[in-house]
């Protein structure tokens, strides 16, 4: 789900990037969002409810654009996340998108979320799609 969740926001960014053209690059562009889904949690197996909570940056600059986002969130069993960070670049070749967000639940225990998206726009394909969902436990 986590998956899914990085290509919509990839694609909500993206749409953003032609609402914006005309954007003045010195100044970014910035709004809140949030999300609600459920996923598995890697360290139970348990299905739980995911809320996260965006604080969006968005930038353009002269050949490229630039996102920013800070993330916040928690889940229907306890946890909370204690680091959340997304980043992607757009330009005439390309997007790219990186994030990582660092959950903590209410015994100590851990869990990681990890994704990279490549997209190649000369060739019109995803070059690198890579997701990780791991219990890094106590």
């Known amino acids: 789900m986590f998956k899914k969740l990085l290509g ?44 996260l909570n965006f604080a969006v940056s968005l930038h353009e600059h002269r050949n490229n654009f630039v996102g920013n986002v ?10 909370t996340m204690i680091n959340g960070r997304d980043s992607f670049v757009e330009n005439a070749g390309g997007f790219r998108g990186t994030f990582v967000d660092q959950w903590r639940g209410p015994d100590g225990e ?21 997701f990780s969902l791991t219990c890094i436990g106590r």
């Open 110 to 130: 851990k869990f990681r979320v990890r994704g990279v998206i490549v997209f190649n726009a000369n060739q019109d394909q995803v070059k690198s799609d890579q």
């Open 8 to 51: 919509a926001l990839g694609c909500v960014l993206l749409l953003s990037v032609g609402a914006t053209g005309q954007a003045n690059a010195d100044q970014p562009i910035q709004f809140n969002d949030s999300v609600t889904f459920t996923d598995v949690n890697p360290c139970s197996g348990e299905l739980h409810d995911v809320t």
């Open 70 to 79: 800070r993330r916040s969130g928690s889940t229907s069993d306890g946890y």
